[in-house]
């Protein structure tokens, strides 16, 4: 593996003699990478992190480990050549109880990542994963439809299963029913998310004291959407949602931002159960009885 990054490395540190110890590579001048590769297999995943990361790279320096260099969404070696990743080491501790790096991971979403807006509309230039979960994307005018794609994605994977069938049949109920009445009335712009913004995903730079985000599957949506997943497994400090709204306030209608979080969050649990089985189909189940209960 080591020929595979040693000329990103010495353009980067042309000086510099280098330690591999994957995933760590530690320089002669004190620097340290972080590197992976993959098999052909799973190229999209690494293309969709990597191209994920440099998103929100571009919307917020720092935020997330800067990509040195990866396999791109166009290489013409990706079929032949096992797919690699080599960005910059970040130290990373658990931001659980940090009510401070909460705060300030709520403002630099709020004023830098969810006002990174897309020309292209809803969506995302390359599959991304979340968790094991293939995320078609590709651009969408309108966030109803695009929402509505990531929702029909996941069923058909269920479909699949031969299983859920009631999950299903209720899910294209919450598709022609609830999307349209709780997403089409939004004035809102594509801005880019995470994607998978749990607290396994988040944490502090131990050197620096900073929040980091990491493990992305970025597309560009509503920005309540990325809130979701953190409100269902928790580990986020009370102090991220209070900052986070100071700066970004609720869309309108306001009275329905607890029924759009409650749509966004089945995603989650929809995706859960396409990873991890019926454990969370219930769950699932529960959020769109009372969605489709609120809904004319």
């Known amino acids: 593996m080591d020929k595979i990054f040693l000329p990103h490395l010495q353009k980067i540190e042309p000086h510099a003699q280098f330690t591999f110890r994957f995933p760590i590579i530690e320089s002669s001048l004190g620097r340290k990478y972080y590197a992976k590769v993959g098999s052909l297999s799973e190229r999209e995943q690494f293309v969709g992190e990597a191209e994920s990361l440099r998103a929100i790279h571009n919307a917020a320096p720092g935020l997330a480990p800067q990509v040195l260099a990866a396999v791109g969404p166009e290489d013409s070696s990706a079929t032949s050549e096992p797919p690699y ?14 009510h401070k790096a909460g705060e300030e991971l709520g403002l630099r979403l709020a004023a830098e990542l969810h006002v990174f807006k897309s020309t292209m509309g809803f969506g995302f230039h ?60 939004l004035e809102i712009e594509p801005v880019l998310l995470h994607g998978d913004l749990w607290s ?8 620096l004291g900073q929040p980091v985000i990491f493990d992305p599957s970025s597309y560009y949506g509503h920005n309540e ?25 609720k869309t309108e209608p306001v009275d329905q931002y607890e029924l759009r979080a409650d749509l966004y969050e089945l995603y989650h649990y929809l995706n ?23 809904c004319p």
């Open 85 to 98: 990743f080599l960005s910059e080491y970040r130290d990373i501790k658990s931001l659980t109880s940090n």
């Open 126 to 185: 390359v599959p991304t994963f979340c968790g094991a979960t293939r995320q078609d994307n590709g651009w969408y005018q309108t966030w109803e439809e695009c929402y509505s794609a990531m929702i029909g994605s996941l069923l058909a994977k269920l479909r699949d299963k031969g299983r859920f069938s009631e999950l299903c049949t209720k899910g294209e109920q919450v598709r022609s029913k609830v999307i349209p009445f709780l997403l089409r009335p």
């Open 200 to 207: 396994g995903n988040v944490g502090i730079d131990t050197l």
């Open 225 to 249: 959407a990325d809130l979701a997943i953190a409100r269902i497994f928790g580990g986020f400090p009370h102090s991220f949602f209070e900052k986070y709204h100071e700066h970004l306030p």
């Open 272 to 294: 859960h159960t396409v990873l991890f089985g019926s454990s969370y189909a219930g769950s699932a189940l529960r959020k769109m009885t009372a969605l489709l209960g609120a």
